[in-house]
Every structure is written in structure tokens, then in C-alpha cells.
């Protein structure tokens, strides 16, 4: 008999969809004390006035999507009275695009394609907000997209003051941001931080433990009973810490089950983990590369090239003599950008003199991968 490839008739998942990237789990735990902080932003709202500002601030994979989407959906149940308008920051960078994202979910559609000026879709907007007496929240997901732009002061700006044009209208602004270096504080300009005000929510990465509960719930619902033993779980776990990233245990078991059952087992063996691992482990680098600036990326890949090139360790110094020109950048932005790829993991900076300004470079993915993947 000839060998069959797909074994379309035996399956290991009992719903595949609770491993997709954007699936919004029914059981989500341990965010109980940032859903209630939400939840508190929104209460003037619900009462007639103004939804209060905030920023939700952690490391990407900490739920802070998530946290908001819930809270949206919720709101949209509970009431007419408050227009939750999710706008994410990857998809649209210009003030146009948020716009046209807010004026789609108030009228249904998009506006015209030819020949809406800014102006006329803030109008279209103000009056209906006025008309319909709704109060307006926006939530700008990776919001520091905008910042590289310039473009969040502008957005934030003209959102919050929407009721001098509009009088009556009422608008607030939850920007979720994965950069924690990023000060709000100093870099928005100060007509815009008077104005603006946010609560800061904060979202602290995930244990172990957590890890554990949140895989241990999607095998539960995902997978038939026993196809990941607890032994394997841990395993799991275990790897899905090296990258502290939740999303790459998500994948991570996905794939182990995938490879079990090519396999024709019906459980998860330890080299099913392993060598999922070696896929899984890109979904971080993935995510991350997507919400950098074209600067950071540039910067990102030029360490990876460089990496590439040669065997003895890159220093901050020599990186900098690289790329000041093209980058046209300064010792220390240029180093701020050095930090923020060390606090998501990209790569790990090592301090070589103390005091001193120079530190070793570590990419932390292959070299091969990272010039891919940053295109
Ligand atoms: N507390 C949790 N319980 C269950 N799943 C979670 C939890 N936190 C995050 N996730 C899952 O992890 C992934 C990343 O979460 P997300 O909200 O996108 O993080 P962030 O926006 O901080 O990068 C999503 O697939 C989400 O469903
Ligand atoms: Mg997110």
C-alpha cells in the first residue's frame, strides 16, 4: 500500500481556532486588576460625560490587547451610550487612517475614497457624535507607531479636543504602548499632556506559573483529553519562558500536537516540543519586528547584518560608527534605540567598561532570520 500523507480523518484538536493569534480567549485570568482599572476609566462615560485617558503600558504579550478588546466588547453589550472605536497602530500610522477607522465604525463604512479631505471626515464625525449623543472612546493599539510619526500628538490633540469644534462631543483616548522606554511625559508636547492626563496601567509579563494556567486552559479546550501530558506541559512551559512570551506557547503547543500527529501519535513526545520549538520561538521575533519603527528595524537589521559579516562580538561603539550615517542619529538616541531591542528581547546589551559608554551586542535570534524576517 502506498504511504499516506495526510491523515485528514484522525485529528489531536478538538477546536484548532483557540491557537490563533487573535482569539479571544472566554477564560482570561490573572489581568483582573488592569480590567477593573479599565473598567474605572470608562464609568463617567457611562454616566453622561467623558471616558477618563489612559496608557496601558507592558511588554508585548502581556494581554494588554486583550484586556481592552474584553472591556470593548463588554461595553458595546452593556450600552449605546459609548462608542468604543479599536484602532490598531500597525495597520493605520496616519492621522487620515485613524479617522477613517472612527468614521467607519460610527456610519458603517469607510469613507469615500476620493476626495474626503480631514476636515470633512471630522466633520461628519463631530456631528454625528453631537446628533447621537454618544461619548467617543478610541483605543490607539501600539500608539508609539504614531509617536515615531510625530503623528500622536496630532491625533491625541485633535481627539481630546474635539468638543472646541464640536461643543457637546465627548472623547477619550486609551493608547496602549509595548515600549517601556517610551516617556509619554516628555516626548508628547505640552499643550497635548495638559490635556491628555492618562492613568498609566500597567502590565507586568507573566510568570512561570501564569504561562502554565493560560497553556494549561487552551489544552483543555483546544486539544482532546491527554494529548499533552502534564510532564509535557512543563516542558512546554519550560521553553516558553526563554522568550517570556505567552504567544510563543500558544504556538508552541500547536505545533507539537501538529507534529504528533503527522506522526500518527496521539500524544505530545518531548522531540514534538523541541523541534516545534525551533518554529515557535520566531513568533516573538515576528510580533516584535511588526510594532518597531522603521528606524528601530533599520537598526535591528544593520546589527544583524553586521553580526552576520563577523565572528568577534559587535560593540555599541563600532555599531554607532555603522550607521550614524544613514541613520543620521546621535550617540544617545541611537542608544536608546540599543535599549529598547535589549527590553524586547531582541538582542542583549552587556555593559564591557563600567561607567563607560560602550557595551557588546548580542542578537538574539540568528542573524539569517532577524535580515528576513526585518525585510
Ligand atoms: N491572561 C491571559 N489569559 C489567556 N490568554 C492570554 C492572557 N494574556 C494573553 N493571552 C493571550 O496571549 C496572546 C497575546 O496577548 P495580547 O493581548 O495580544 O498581548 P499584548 O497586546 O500585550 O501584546 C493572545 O493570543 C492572548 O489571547
Ligand atoms: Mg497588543
Given amino acids: 500500500m502506498q504511504k499516506r500523507f495526510l491523515h485528514a480523518d484522525q485529528t489531536l484538536f478538538r477546536d484548532v481556532d483557540v491557537f490563533e493569534i487573535d482569539h479571544v480567549p472566554d477564560l482570561f485570568d490573572y489581568r483582573e486588576k488592569q480590567l477593573d482599572e479599565l473598567a474605572f476609566q470608562i464609568r463617567p ?20 490587547t486583550t484586556s481592552v478588546l474584553r472591556i ?3 461595553l458595546e ?23 477613517s477607522r472612527i468614521y467607519a465604525k460610527i456610519f458603517g463604512h469607510a469613507p469615500p475614497r476620493t476626495g474626503l479631505s480631514i476636515r470633512s471626515v471630522m466633520d461628519a464625525i463631530g456631528d454625528a457624535l453631537q446628533k447621537r449623543e454618544i461619548s467617543l472612546l478610541v483605543c490607539l493599539d501600539d500608539a508609539n507607531l504614531l509617536q515615531y510619526n510625530s503623528t500622536l500628538n496630532d491625533v491625541l490633540n485633535s481627539l481630546l479636543r474635539l468638543h472646541q469644534d464640536y461643543p457637546g462631543v465627548r472623547a477619550g483616548v486609551f493608547a496602549i504602548v509595548s515600549d517601556m522606554d517610551l516617556d509619554l511625559g516628555r516626548e508628547l508636547d505640552a499643550w497635548v499632556v495638559s490635556v491628555f492626563r492618562p492613568t498609566m496601567i500597567y502590565f507586568p509579563i507573566y510568570d512561570a506559573d501564569e504561562i502554565r494556567g493560560i497553556l494549561r486552559e487552551r489544552v483543555r479546550v483546544g486539544l482532546y483529553p491527554n494529548v499533552v501530558s502534564p510532564e509535557m506541559l512543563n516542558r512546554i512551559v519550560e521553553q516558553t519562558m526563554e522568550t517570556g512570551d505567552v504567544r510563543v506557547g500558544i504556538d508552541l503547543v500547536k505545533r507539537s500536537v ?32 511588526r510594532s518597531l519603527s522603521a528606524g528601530e528595524r533599520r537598526l535591528l537589521r544593520r546589527i544583524a547584518e553586521l553580526s552576520r559579516e ?18 543620521k542619529i546621535g550617540y544617545t538616541a541611537f542608544f536608546k534605540r540599543l535599549c529598547k531591542l535589549d527590553s524586547l ?23 539569517e532570520k532577524v535580515v528576513e524576517v526585518c525585510g
Fill in 258 to 289: 501538529m507534529y504528533a500527529e503527522a506522526a500518527g501519535r496521539t500524544a505530545v513526545l518531548k522531540e514534538d516540543v523541541m523541534a516545534a520549538y525551533e518554529q515557535a520561538k520566531h513568533v516573538h521575533l515576528a510580533f516584535t519586528i
Fill in 310 to 327: 563577523q565572528t568577534e562580538p559587535l560593540t555599541s561603539g563600532a555599531v554607532y560608527a555603522e550607521v550614524k550615517g544613514t541613520l
Fill in 77 to 99: 453589550q452593556a450600552t449605546k451610550k459609548v462608542l468604543p472605536v479599536y484602532v490598531n497602530c500597525q495597520n493605520d500610522r496616519t492621522k487620515y487612517m485613524v479617522y
Fill in 72 to 74: 470593548f466588547t463588554e
Fill in 345 to 367: 528581547r531582541l538582542v542583549t546589551l552587556i555593559r564591557v567598561q563600567s561607567g563607560g559608554r560602550s557595551s557588546e551586542i548580542m542578537l538574539r535570534y540568528e542573524a
Fill in 45 to 64: 462615560a457611562l454616566r453622561g460625560g467623558r471616558s477618563l485617558n489612559a496608557v496601558c503600558r507592558g511588554l508585548p504579550g502581556t494581554g494588554k
